[in-house]
């Protein structure tokens, strides 16, 4: 919006014609975003803490996680308006993609607002029923990808990092597939929140490998270059990414160890949603496996846990699941589990940045 109305005057302005590249204004979205979350979280963080809009800790949980008690939990919100502020200042808002991310991301908010609000209320970790959690994705992931597939002539072809080749085209199966990443994308980055700074730190860094994946796919000479999908239009939503790198290093500030806020469902939902939005429409959907790979393993380890529990009437794989709560459990001090995850997170997306060229 602002970005279009600045542009108004680049006849007379030459230098206004900057405002015209995806590069520049993904700059200043980040920055925007990061401004504005830092302000947000300065005058919210207190607040909430007055209010006493505090986590409830589980008796059961991992014995440090005690004096984490009565830490806000509604840090998700000032992320979510970062983000839509700093996208409605800096993006095409005539892009139909831009509207469609940013849906998803508000509606998996709203679930998980919903979520976390069920839980002050009622001071325990009850939420929203799991099932009725899932329907209410899963609904919003089908009429996304409804949307996607017959209303905006997006491509239904897969594309798989190394193989430039196979491009298996699997028709109205594209519907069941964003349902699959959007859903598994916002559940895998929910399960993944549980230390500080844990669930940031990956989602700023897949963002980041998403910010150019969705800017190269967006470019018709360079996707032809690197001979991947070409998506018109996708590459607006590198400003996107920009802004929730930039709303997620503002967060970071105060959810880094000790935290002083925590996102809540309506953080970690809604950034899951939308990274898996970003996979779908970059035609990168396939590689967010490897890029949201400290995800997967995080959804995987309770995958296996609960699996074995199950089975086995009451014995375990890890100490505890999520697979973070057993390093903590083996006496690693929690921010070095953080800082550790955070490490194999930025070897992935370096990996998946290098099958760019490994075609
Ligand atoms: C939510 N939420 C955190 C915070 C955050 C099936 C089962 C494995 C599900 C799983 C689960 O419920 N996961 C999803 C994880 C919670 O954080 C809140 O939730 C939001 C994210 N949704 O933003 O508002 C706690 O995590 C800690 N935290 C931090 N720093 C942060 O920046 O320290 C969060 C953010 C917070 C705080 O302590 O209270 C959570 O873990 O609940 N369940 C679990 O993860 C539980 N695992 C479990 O029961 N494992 C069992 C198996 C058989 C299922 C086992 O291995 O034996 C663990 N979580 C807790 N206690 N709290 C273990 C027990």
């Not at 994308?185 to 993944?192: D, E, G, H, R």
Request: proline share 3%.
């Amino acid at each position: 919006m602002l970005y279009k109305l600045i542009y108004m005057f680049h006849a007379d302005y030459s230098f206004l014609n900057v405002f015209r590249y995806i590069t520049f204004r993904t700059i200043y979205a980040t920055l925007t975003a990061l401004i504005l979350s830092l302000l947000l979280g300065y005058w919210i963080i207190p607040r909430l803490s007055r209010l006493q809009i505090g986590q409830y800790i589980r008796e059961d949980g991992p014995p440090n996680h005690k004096n984490k008690v009565g830490t806000p939990t509604m840090g998700g919100s000032f992320i979510l308006i970062s983000v839509l502020v700093s996208s409605i200042l800096w993006m095409d808002l005539k892009n139909m993609y831009v509207w469609l991310v940013l849906l998803v991301t508000l509606l998996f908010g709203a679930i998980g607002f919903l979520d976390d609000y069920l839980k002050l209320i009622r001071k325990s970790s009850k939420g929203l029923r799991g099932w009725c959690k899932f329907s209410m994705q899963a609904g919003i992931a089908a009429l996304v990808g409804i949307v996607l597939y017959k209303y905006t002539g997006f491509d239904s072809k897969l594309s798989f990092p190394f193989l430039k080749n196979f491009l298996p085209s699997i028709g109205m199966f594209y519907i069941i597939l964003v349902i699959l990443v959007v859903v598994g994308a916002s559940n895998a980055v929910n399960l993944t929140d549980g230390l500080d700074g844990l669930a940031i730190g990956p989602i700023i860094i897949a963002f980041l490998s998403y910010l150019v994946f969705s800017y190269l796919a967006g470019h018709i000479k360079i996707a032809h270059y690197l001979q991947i999908p070409y998506v018109s239009g996708a590459g607006e939503l590198s400003v996107f990414c920009g802004a929730v790198v930039g709303a997620g290093m503002g967060f970071l500030w105060y959810n880094t160890y000790p935290a002083q806020v925590f996102m809540g469902d309506a953080g970690s939902l809604s950034l899951g949603a939308a990274l898996g939005m970003i996979a779908v429409i970059s035609k990168h959907e396939i590689a967010l496996i490897l890029v949201g790979g400290l995800f997967v393993v995080e959804a995987l380890s309770v995958i296996l846990q609960v699996s074995f529990f199950k089975i086995t009437g009451g014995r375990r794989v890890f100490r505890m699941a999520p697979i973070h709560h057993h390093f903590e459990l083996k006496g690693w001090p929690e921010p070095k589990v953080t800082i550790r995850f955070w490490i194999i997170a930025i070897m992935l997306a370096l990996l998946s940045m290098s099958t760019l060229k490994l075609r």
